[in-house]
């Protein structure tokens, strides 16, 4: 006997339903025409033209596609924004925004964002003449005393990376729409799982779905969510223009994995905590770098704009021969650059994604020769504990 299609119900209850369950329930769960129990991939680059009168909603997959379509819904419904887009890569997501700005606009940018991010406004963004003013963000005096006459947007990355120093969101996003400046967040490490910033006034939310979302080291992808239709009109335009889409299979396993974003984050950022806590016990250690920790100085702020504190911890072993001990007798953790996965990961910024700063103006920024970064992954956390201590005292 079949059964009616699925829709949405006419009576179905007000109640807003919570986190877990719109991960699971995006709108997209079950294909409309077989019920199947996941997105279909739709492998193709063009679409038939049934009517010449009556073009195809889909008519090339640059432009859009059904698969990528369906995540770019689900990233902007975890969001509360009104349109998502899916990029090739974090990168590709954070430079097709930048393009909303023009020749001779300037941008004021929090001066520990992501590499990537740092050297296309240095380098790129400068050269089609977009300058940028990079300032201490925890500091909203600086924020303020960077305005200029042709400042058009704020970037801001909250916790920053790796010393994790936080931003208040909403004293920016407040002071930015009195200067009518377009507000962007690269939320990658706290995903919306934790951290919602368009709640908080932002326009244009970014992420390196290739961390936290994605969640396995197996997909490169960027997300980009517009926080109203004026704005997802012109990312739209941009996306379709510059084509670094994503391909409808890594669409369709970052799907995969954002279904267990909130399982993952709550396990991953449980065992962060404990981790930071042992941690701040060991005498090896010079610092402990946790939103989470008492003594953090923007812990009161986190606390107000997220719901966790993620699950990365850094921590100063005091010196290149010391972290470097670390990393050659760790067993457990993957010694590599990227975090945000099941498997717990190790990066030393110094010689990974940091190396290309010049030695003095990494340490002024607290990134040390003995800074390590631990993104905590699902093992057991006494496990990585007892592999962690052993290498400290190996
Ligand atoms: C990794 C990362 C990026 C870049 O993303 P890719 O997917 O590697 O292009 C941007 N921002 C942050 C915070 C990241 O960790």
Not at 42 to 66: C, K, V
Not at 86 to 101: D, E, N, Q
Not at 244 to 268: F, P
Request: hydrophobic content about 40%.
């Amino acid at each position: 006997m079949s059964q009616p299609v699925r829709t949405e119900s006419e009576d179905a209850p007000k109640r807003k339903d919570q986190f877990a369950t719109r991960l699971i329930h995006f709108g997209a769960e079950v294909d409309k025409t077989t019920g199947a129990s996941s997105v279909p991939i739709y492998q193709a680059s063009t679409f038939h033209h049934f009517s010449l009168e009556e073009p195809p909603e889909y008519d090339y997959s640059r432009s859009g596609n059904p698969t990528r379509q369906a995540l770019e819904d689900y990233i902007a419904k975890l969001e509360g924004g009104v349109r998502g887009f899916a990029f090739s890569s974090g990168m590709s997501a954070i430079s097709t925004a930048f393009l909303l700005l023009s020749a001779g606009d300037h941008l004021i940018c929090t001066e520990d964002v992501y590499g990537g991010t740092y050297r296309f406004l240095t380098v790129i963004a400068k050269r089609l003449g977009i300058e940028t003013t990079f300032v201490d963000m925890t500091d909203l005096e600086e924020v303020k005393a960077a305005i200029q006459g042709n400042t058009k947007a704020v970037f801001m990355e909250t916790p920053s990376n790796p010393t994790l120093k936080i931003t208040d969101v909403a004293a920016i996003t407040n002071w930015a729409k009195e200067h009518d400046l377009l507000t962007l967040l690269d939320n990658t490490f706290m995903t919306p799982y934790h951290q919602r910033p368009i709640e908080l006034g932002v326009d244009v939310v970014l992420h390196s779905a290739t961390k936290f979302l994605g969640g396995h080291s197996d997909v490169l992808a960027g997300l980009a969510v517009a926080a109203n239709e004026s704005l997802g009109r012109r990312l739209k335009m941009l996306q379709n223009s510059l084509g670094s889409v994503l391909g409808v299979q890594d669409s369709w396993l970052l799907m995969r994995g954002m279904k267990t974003l909130q399982a993952r984050m709550e396990h991953s950022e449980k065992s962060a905590r404990k981790l930071a806590e042992w941690l701040v016990t060991r005498p090896e250690i010079e610092r402990v770098y946790y939103p989470g920790l008492e003594d953090h100085p923007g812990r009161e702020i986190h606390e107000r704009q997220s719901s966790g504190y993620g699950a990365v911890v850094c921590f100063d072993t005091g010196s290149g021969e010391a972290a470097r001990k670390v990393l050659d007798k760790v067993r457990l953790p993957l010694v590599a650059v990227s975090l945000g996965a099941v498997e717990s990961i190790l990066s030393y910024p110094a010689l990974m994604s940091h190396a290309a700063m010049p030695k003095d103006v990494r340490h002024a920024r607290g990134i040390g020769d003995g800074l390590l970064r631990y993104s905590v992954g699902l093992e057991d956390i006494d496990d990585l504990i007892a592999d962690l201590e052993q290498a400290l005292e190996g």
